[in-house]
């Protein structure tokens, strides 16, 4: 079942003011439990964490920032650049 733009759009600002806080205490909570580990690996471990939450939601936050394919009142999408040869 595909999901609409709207839904899309609904969907994803609950993950983003829900669902990441949420995510957020969590991942502090289980690095606080591992009794402070050294500064590389928190920070390699907080790095894995911000990407990795965001990957079972891709297909949720694509397109969202764009208008509406199914609108007719919205403005057309602006072409793309031509791509550059090297």
Known sequence: M???HK?????SLLILLIG???YVVVAVTI???LDRPSIW???AVYVILGIVWALPFRAIFKG???HDPDDPNAPPEPPEPPK???
């Open 31 to 33: 690095l606080n439990a």
């Open 64 to 66: 969202v920032g764009r």
């Open 41 to 43: 690996v928190e920070l």
């Open 84 to 86: 550059r040869r090297r």
């Open 7 to 11: 839904t899309r759009k609904r969907l």
């Open 20 to 22: 990441l806080p949420a």
């Open 2 to 4: 595909a999901l609409g």
